[in-house]
T-cell receptor, first 113, second 114 residues
C-alpha cells in the first residue's frame, strides 16, 4: 500500500470553475503536507505547504488538512488553462526523517476553455 | 541566488557506462535531498545530506548509486554501470532544517539509458 494516495485523473475542469484535488496518507507521523504543480517534462514547483488542521489560502489556491481523517485537499479557484498540469501531494516531517517527503503519483488536471 | 541548480539538464548514455550529476543548493541551506522520478510516478526519495554528512539512504537504492557532498556545498550523484531502468528524472532540493519555506527542486537531470 502506498503511503500517499491520489486519484490519477485526468480531472477535467471548465475554465473559471473550481478544481478540487484530494490526497490521503497512511503515516500518522507525517506532520506537514505539500502541494506541487508539475508541467510535462519539468520539475515540480511548490504551490504551498500546510501543517495545521484547517485551511490555508494563497491566492487562488486553498489547502485543507484533516489529520484525524488523514486527508489533504487542494482547491484551485477560477481555474485557468495554465493550471493544466499534474498536481503532486507529499507528506513529510516525521520525527525520524524531517524533510524527507513521500509523494503520491499525482493527479492530472485539464482545464478546458 | 537564483535557487537550486542541477547539471546537466539532459544526459543520454549507453548501458553500462557511468554517469555523474551535480547539484548546487541554495547557499544558506545545509540540507540537500536527492529524488528520482520515473514517468507517471511522484518523486522517490534517494538520499539526503546535512552539511557534508550523508544521513539517510533509501534501502531501494542499489549499491551502483553513490552520492557525495564533500564540503557541505554542492553534491554529486554517481550511477555506475547504468541500466535501462535507471532512466528517470533526478531531482535535487535543499532546505534549512526546521523550515519548509522554499522546499523547492532544481530543474532536474533527465537521464536516458540506451
Amino acid at each position: 500500500q502506498k503511503e500517499v494516495e491520489q486519484n490519477s485523473g485526468p480531472l477535467s475542469v471548465p475554465e473559471g470553475a473550481i478544481a478540487s484535488l484530494n490526497c490521503t496518507y497512511s503515516d500518522r507521523g507525517s506532520q506537514s503536507f505539500f502541494w506541487y504543480r508539475q508541467y510535462s517534462g519539468k520539475s515540480p514547483e511548490l504551490i504551498m505547504f500546510i501543517y495545521s488542521n484547517g485551511d490555508k489560502e494563497d491566492g487562488r489556491f486553498t489547502a485543507q488538512l484533516n489529520k484525524a481523517s488523514q486527508y489533504v485537499s487542494l482547491l484551485i479557484r477560477d481555474s485557468q488553462p495554465s493550471d493544466s498540469a499534474t498536481y503532486l501531494c507529499a507528506g513529510g516531517g516525521t520525527t525520524d526523517s524531517w524533510g524527507k517527503l513521500q509523494f503520491g503519483a499525482g493527479t492530472q488536471v485539464v482545464v478546458t476553455p | 541566488d537564483t535557487g537550486v541548480s542541477q547539471d546537466p539538464r539532459h544526459k543520454i548514455t549507453k548501458r553500462g557506462q557511468n554517469v555523474t550529476f551535480r547539484c548546487d543548493p541554495i547557499s544558506e541551506h545545509n540540507r540537500l535531498y536527492w529524488y528520482r522520478q520515473t514517468l507517471g510516478q511522484g518523486p522517490e526519495f534517494l538520499t539526503y545530506f546535512q552539511n557534508e554528512a550523508q544521513l539517510e539512504k533509501s534501502r531501494l537504492l542499489s549499491d551502483r548509486f553513490s552520492a557525495e557532498r564533500p564540503k557541505g556545498s554542492f553534491s554529486t550523484l554517481e550511477i555506475q554501470r547504468t541500466e535501462q531502468g535507471d532512466s528517470a528524472m533526478y531531482l535535487c532540493a535543499s532546505i534549512t532544517p526546521g523550515s519548509y519555506d522554499g522546499y523547492t527542486f532544481g530543474s532536474g537531470t533527465r537521464l536516458t539509458v540506451v
